[in-house]
């Protein structure tokens, strides 16, 4: 939505324009004339995140951010440090890192990307606190009106069909009205690599995930293998990304833990599942040779682009 307004600007080079510095507003960065030092601190920040934290994963083009590394990435000093590069007065800082500490982890990464030579955006979580957005509230979707609003895609999703105009329209976030389209475009494509989903928790079986949303595998096989599932995948899964006490119950909890492998099968028609394998739930149903908790493991399945899939774990001694 935010590309059809923006293909109605006359300006010649997207691009350059993507990349390039980015007006503020009175309650915003100031503008790139009124910065002419840079933002060495936050530069290196968005650095480091880049290089050193965010993860290629089994897909390059779907980075994502291990939720362990939040905690190294955004403590009291460092946002405090990176709030001395901002429009905000000093005498908010400590009850804004309070904020971003407790509920605006993500949020505040977000924006420390979206760091220019010479313009910031940091200087919006003082408003997005005030406006009610907080990480719980992403992903952000961006419809194609003037003045431009956020909306959580999260609360529009969960609501019946009949009801999504009114959830969008319940919680319009009016931060961004001042926002040019290129931060607008970034922030939407930069939220998604915070967000790959937790698998294995009790109260939650499948994932329904967005076609942009990342997958928490370090490593997937390209090509899937046939065996006694059918089609299947083999992948390591960050352990960040995997329930603690699905962990437990798998056995391969540990502080040294750096991967865990696992199998993804594709569901198809064909392989006659639904039987005695209940994919919402994670439940097993009728007996089966190979479908039974004696030999699999089911941690989370969920469905992404059209297709489903299971994760699981061969018990040991099964085989695939």
């Known amino acids: 939505m935010i590309a059809?307004?923006?293909?109605?600007?006359?300006?010649?080079?997207?691009?350059?324009?993507?990349?390039?510095?980015?007006?503020?507003?009175?309650?915003?960065?100031?503008?790139?004339?009124?910065?002419?030092?840079?933002?060495?601190?936050l530069l290196k920040l968005a650095t480091d995140l880049r290089e050193n934290y965010l993860?290629?994963?089994?897909?390059?083009?779907?980075?994502?951010?291990?939720?362990?590394?939040?905690?190294?990435?955004?403590?009291?000093?460092?946002?405090?440090?990176?709030l001395q590069e901002t429009t905000i007065e000093q005498q908010y800082h400590?009850?804004?890192a309070s904020w971003v500490l407790e509920s605006g982890k993500r949020l505040f990464l977000i924006l420390v990307l979206l760091t220019r030579r010479s313009a910031e955006q940091l200087s919006w979580l003082k408003k997005f606190k005030n406006d009610?957005?907080?990480?719980?509230?992403?992903?952000?979707?961006?419809?194609?009106?003037?003045?431009?609003?956020?909306?959580?895609?999260?609360?529009?999703?969960?609501a019946p069909a009949q009801a999504q105009a009114q959830a969008e329209d319940a919680r319009k976030f009016h931060s961004f009205k001042d926002w040019e389209d290129n931060n607008l475009?970034?922030?939407?494509?930069?939220?998604?690599?915070?967000?790959?989903?937790?698998?294995?928790?009790?109260?939650?079986?499948?994932?329904?995930?967005?076609?942009?949303?990342?997958?928490?595998?370090?490593?997937?096989?390209?090509r899937p293998t046939r065996g006694a599932l059918g089609k299947t995948l083999y992948g390591e899964l960050h352990p960040a990304?995997?329930?603690?006490?699905?962990?437990?119950?798998?056995?391969?909890?540990?502080?040294?833990l750096q991967v865990i492998p696992v199998s993804i099968k594709l569901v198809q028609p064909s392989d006659n599942l639904h039987p005695f394998f209940d994919i919402g739930t994670?439940?097993?149903?009728?007996?089966?040779?190979?479908?039974?908790?004696?030999?699999?493991?089911?941690?989370?399945?969920?469905?992404k682009n059209g297709d489903s899939f299971v994760i699981f774990r061969w018990v040991e001694g099964g085989n695939p």
């Not at 993860?55 to 440090?81: C, H, W, Y």
């Not at 992903?139 to 431009?148: A, N, R």
């Not at 990304?241 to 040294?256: F, R």
């Open 185 to 222: 475009i970034l922030f939407q494509s930069y939220q998604w690599m915070f967000l790959a989903p937790v698998f294995g928790s009790s109260d939650k079986f499948c994932h329904q995930l967005s076609s942009e949303q990342p997958l928490p595998f370090l490593t997937l096989s390209e």
């Open 4 to 41: 059809k307004r923006l293909l109605r600007r006359k300006k010649p080079d997207l691009v350059k324009e993507v990349f390039s510095s980015e007006k503020g507003s009175q309650d915003g960065p100031l503008s790139p004339q009124e910065n002419l030092e840079g933002y060495s601190g």
């Open 241 to 256: 990304h995997i329930d603690s006490q699905c962990l437990l119950a798998l056995g391969v909890n540990g502080p040294d």
């Open 55 to 82: 993860k290629g994963g089994a897909m390059r083009s779907q980075r994502f951010l291990p939720n362990d590394k939040l905690e190294e990435l955004v403590t009291k000093k460092i946002v405090l440090l990176a």
């Open 132 to 158: 009610g957005i907080n990480d719980s509230v992403l992903p952000l979707g961006f419809p194609d009106t003037e003045p431009c609003y956020g909306y959580s895609l999260a609360a529009a999703a969960s």
């Open 282 to 303: 994670g439940n097993f149903k009728a007996a089966h040779p190979i479908i039974s908790p004696r030999r699999i493991r089911p941690i989370a399945a969920y469905k």
């Open 94 to 96: 400590e009850d804004l």
